[in-house]
Every structure is written in structure tokens, then in C-alpha cells.
């Protein structure tokens, strides 16, 4: 076997291996979201003063087409901070936006979707692993954060809703 046989071999290995342990997302796998308004709490770690603070949010997921969901944050007791966000499952599922997935699972009627991306946290480079889970009456969307360089991280906000 010559040098590029083997080459090619290993990268079709690598590419097997990934889609064995990687699952891409499916357009209707995110469906779960859809229907009532999620609602809960969005807890954060605090910029300024580094404490975790807590306060309610409702979240309503819509359907904007196979590969998009709009998802309208409401946040009661802070209308200022009212938002919405568009999840797009893209690259052949596998990326959530600009997050690569880096780990999908299903267990019973829970789905967990893992992904992660580089980006900025307090002025600092970081990467941001991300874990969404899903089930018919439970959704959470965790952010961690690692800064560049450093191999321990924090949980920069939690968003725990049920319906």
C-alpha cells in the first residue's frame, strides 16, 4: 500500500469514526420545542460582581422552515431585555449556527445535543461548549466557558425550563 492509500484510509476511518459517534441533527429533530411557551429561569454569573443571579424567562419556539427555529425570549419582570435568537441546524446537521456538534444523543425521550465554538468572554479569547437538552416537558441550553489557554471553566448561564 503506498503513501496516499494509506493516507486516504486513515482519513475515511476518521470520517466513519465520526459519523459512529456524532450523529448529525435532523431537520424535525428539534421539533420537540415546538408548541407551548417554555417557561423558568435564566440563571447567569454576573459580570460585575462574579454572583449568579436568577430571573424568570418564558421562551416560544416557532418553526420558520426544515432547518430554522425562531425561539422569542420574555423575560416579565425585565421587558428591556426581550429578545429572539434563530437556531439554524446547518453544514448536513452538523452545526447549531456557528456551534460544532460534537456530541448528539438520545436516551428514552430526552435529546442531548453538545456543540462548541470560539468566541469572547469579559474581552478574553474563549471557547463556549454548549448543551441543549430537550425532552416533551423539559429544555435547557447551558453555556460554559474556557478561556484560551486555561483548562478549567465556569458556567457563564443556564437557562432550566419546563412546561
Known sequence: MNLMQRLFLIVS??????????????????????????NGKLEYLDYSSNKKVAIPVGILVSKVNARKYLLRFNYNNEPHANSSEIIKIRKKGGYLNEEEIISWTM?????????????????????????????????????????????????????????
Open 107 to 163: 436516551e428514552s425521550d430526552k435529546l442531548t445535543i453538545k456543540t462548541i465554538a470560539d468566541g469572547e468572554d469579559n474581552g478574553r479569547s474563549a471557547d463556549f461548549y454548549f448543551t441543549y437538552e430537550f425532552s416533551p416537558d423539559q429544555f435547557l441550553i447551558r453555556k460554559k466557558v474556557v478561556y484560551k489557554g486555561e483548562s478549567n471553566g465556569f458556567v457563564r448561564n443556564e437557562f432550566r425550563l419546563s412546561r
Open 13 to 38: 476511518i476518521g470520517a466513519c469514526a465520526q459519523l459512529l459517534f456524532c450523529q448529525p441533527v435532523k431537520p424535525g429533530d428539534l421539533d420537540i420545542l415546538l408548541g407551548e411557551t417554555w
